[in-house]
């Protein structure tokens, strides 16, 4: 079955790089495109972004400069990257093969 | 980039009831509008696909329309386990972008 899980640090502090691993199963990365989106505590979904079946990549524009969608179809690893992170990216990070199946989400807490 | 704006944020309602929430689209989006349910603590679960398809296993109290550029998510006769936030989507172009989510609670 299709099953999504992230992973990374809980904790990261100001001004460096969240690093953000998603391990999928279930389904081929060369057929299907993975999202990340977020949702700071207690506000909505924001999309942060995608890569494509084809390995191409689209970013949610206010994070763009900052922001790195990767994968290893090997390994069946999606991998974001997000540098100078702020106390604003504070967030639970999901990975979905968007829209149906969903990881159950990450919590990243910048703070030092 | 296509702003999504929704309406209402909260929305007090009764079991039993009918209720409407809204999502307009700042430029044509088609019917690439896509609803979301999410439950605290949980992850969202696609509710309505391409504007008025209903999504597999959701319950067909709930439906999904269009009027040009406003799109709406009706739940015909409110039940306890509708209790979450709601959110719109589009996918017309990248980069996607959500509403800013509707509380559904109970009056």
């Known amino acids: 079955q299709v099953q999504l899980k992230e992973s990374g640090p809980g904790l990261v502090q100001p001004s460096q790089t969240l690093s953000l691993t998603c391990t999928v199963s279930g389904f081929s990365l060369t057929s299907n495109s993975v999202h990340w989106v977020r949702q700071p505590p207690g506000k909505g979904l924001e999309w942060v972004g995608a890569?494509?079946?084809?390995?191409?990549?689209d970013y949610n524009s206010a994070l763009k400069s900052r922001l790195s969608i990767s994968r290893d179809t090997s390994k069946s690893q999606v991998f974001l990257k997000m540098n100078s992170l702020q106390t604003e990216d504070t967030a639970i990070y999901f990975c979905?093969?968007?829209?149906?199946?969903w990881g159950q989400g990450t919590l990243v807490t910048v703070s030092s | 980039d296509i702003q999504m704006t929704q309406s209402p944020s909260s929305l007090p309602a009764s079991l039993g009831d009918r209720v409407t929430i809204t999502c307009r689209a700042s430029q044509d989006i088609g019917n690439y509008l896509r609803w979301f349910q999410q439950k605290p603590g949980k992850s969202p679960r696609l509710m309505i696909y391409g504007a008025t398809n209903l999504a597999a296993g959701v319950p067909s109290r709930f439906s999904g329309s269009r009027s040009g550029s406003d799109y709406s998510l009706t739940i015909s006769s409110l039940e306890s386990e509708d209790m979450a936030d709601y959110y719109c989507?589009?996918?017309?172009?990248?980069?996607?972008?959500f509403g800013s989510g509707t509380k559904l609670e109970i009056k």
């Open positions: 979905t093969r968007f829209p149906t199946y």
């Open positions: 989507l589009q996918s017309k172009e990248s980069p996607f972008t």
């Open positions: 890569i494509w079946s084809g390995g191409s990549t």
